[in-house]
């Protein structure tokens, strides 16, 4: 496994943000964020809280939007709609081999639309059309659809975030999940990277699946949901 500052999870989005996924990101040296389209996720250098509002430049009003981590004064035009608390977990063990015949298919660019139909309709909020592009996503086909996906959403040096997570209602209960999530570990243990997640506290289901596939909890951490209500850079909108 290369060398990794797994500290750099207390902040990931920044440490991702500033670094392996700089190319995606616009902002400044004390906060940044997805270009459009890609996240609605945005980050801050903890060490210089005071520099929120700099990211009022990059927001559209009435844009909705996530912070994860450490939550700091906030400029009084946004607003908190919701705390989200994660578990954040990093596999600690190898996944065991799975007893599957079922193919998993690479996506591409193609497949566009197809993943972002499918994980806004049982996962909305946390995909947008572009997301594809920070990493790879492997899905499982079906009676000629996409039925399960999975695939890496922040990358930090030597360290791979597993997201998106979801199967089609009406093909639940047959391990595909599990065969992605597999999939994704290996794929990666292979080039020495660490895998890590971020799964809802209350999803005591999704919890139990990833322990048992070798991820542990590491530390508890929120995505706070906000929107921009309405001043940006001192300008009443």
């Known amino acids: 496994m290369t060398n990794t500052d797994v500290t750099q999870l207390d902040n990931p989005l920044w440490y991702a943000l500033k670094g392996a996924q700089q190319a995606y990101a616009i902002g400044s040296s004390h906060i940044r964020r997805y270009r459009s389209g890609i996240l609605p996720f945005a ?27 450490a939550l700091p004064s906030l400029p009084s035009h946004w607003k908190l709609i919701r705390e989200l608390p994660c578990a954040q977990m990093t596999l600690e063990l190898p996944p065991a081999p799975l007893q599957t015949t079922t193919a998993v298919t690479a996506l591409t660019a193609a497949d ?6 499918l994980i806004h309709r049982v ?11 920070l990493g790879n996503y492997f899905g499982i ?5 996409l039925v399960a996906i999975a695939g890496e959403r922040m990358r930090l040096e030597g360290m791979v975030e597993i997201s998106a997570v979801c199967t089609d209602p009406a093909y639940t209960g047959r391990g595909y ?15 020495g990277n660490m895998l890590f997640l971020h799964v809802l506290t209350s999803n005591e289901r999704a919890i139990r699946l990833y322990e048992h596939l070798g ?7 929120s995505f706070w949901k906000l929107i921009n209500a309405g001043t940006i850079l001192g300008t009443k909108l």
């Open 141 to 145: 086909w079906q009676d000629d659809k």
């Open 112 to 117: 566009r639309d197809t993943m972002f139909e």
């Open 177 to 191: 999940a599990q065969q992605l999530i597999v999939h994704i570990c290996r794929t990666n243990l292979e080039k």
């Open 215 to 221: 991820f542990r909890q590491r530390r508890v951490i």
């Open 43 to 69: 980050a801050y250098d903890y060490r210089s809280p005071g520099n929120i509002a700099e990211l009022d430049s990059f927001l559209e009003k009435d844009e909705v939007f996530f912070l994860v981590g």
């Open 123 to 133: 996962q909305p909020g946390y995909y947008e059309p572009d997301t594809h592009q």
